[in-house]
């Protein structure tokens, strides 16, 4: 069965900006390479068969980059014509898909889960909307969330900088692409604001937690603790 991936990879990276200058944050450098080339080499080395680039901000290096240096892989690209969100440009992406469920990750971090454990339980919940969930201490710059016994996600919390300790998002997700496209109305939305914080109970997201190795270069410290630990 053909496997394919999205890349979330259009935002502007402001937080970063300072410390990447005119670079999107998928090519922020990282011990030597993009950090793109890492999340690319993890899909290839899960199974992926093909992968769909979202972008938007400096595109056209995204672009480049990968005619230089991925020309040997099946992919494709979608470019927004205006910001759309995480949200908006998730769903133009997603109609490119061949596939009823497709992985989807973000391009500024990188979560080494195996996807095939991911996929098995998605299958087994007969989810529309999976994802793979860290236990983290000072979780604040994320937020977190509550789930029940077999996973069942019914609540996405706000940023606290109270909580010690929580499970968060880790931005890598198995969604049923025909479930979301017919849940979504607007064209440009958060994903993460707009659809999993509204209703959550309603939409039959499950959530796996994994110990595996997790970093989000979204702000300066954590891009300096990837150089080192990447």
Do not use: W
Request: aromatic content about 14%; proline content about 3%.
């Amino acid at each position: 069965m053909k496997k394919e991936a999205i890349i979330l990879a259009g935002g502007f990276g402001t937080r970063l900006r300072e410390t990447v200058p005119d670079l999107p944050k998928c090519l922020a450098p990282v011990k030597g390479h993009p950090l793109l080339y890492y999340i690319i080499n993890y899909l290839i080395d899960s199974g992926i068969d093909k992968i769909i680039f979202s972008l938007f901000y400096k595109s056209e290096l995204v672009i480049q980059y990968l005619k230089d240096n991925f020309s040997f892989i099946d992919y494709d690209f979608v470019i927004e014509e205006k910001p759309l969100g995480t949200g908006g440009a998730l769903a133009l992406a997603l109609k490119t898909v061949t596939t009823e469920n497709v992985v989807v990750l973000n391009g500024d971090s990188i979560f080494k889960i195996n996807l095939e454990k991911l996929l098995q339980f998605h299958q087994s919940k007969n989810s529309n909307f999976s994802i793979a969930l860290k236990k983290m201490a000072n979780p604040f710059r994320y937020g977190t969330i509550n789930m029940d016994g077999i996973g069942k996600i019914y609540c996405f919390n706000e940023k606290d900088e109270t909580i010690n300790e929580g499970i968060i998002n880790g931005g890598v997700y198995i969604i049923n692409k025909y479930f979301f496209l017919n849940k979504i109305n607007a064209l440009a939305f958060s994903l993460e604001i707009d659809y999993l914080m509204i209703d959550t109970g309603k939409k039959n997201i499950y959530g796996k937690i994994f110990d595996d190795y997790f970093i989000d270069i979204g702000v300066p410290s954590d891009y300096i603790k990837a150089n080192i630990e990447l």
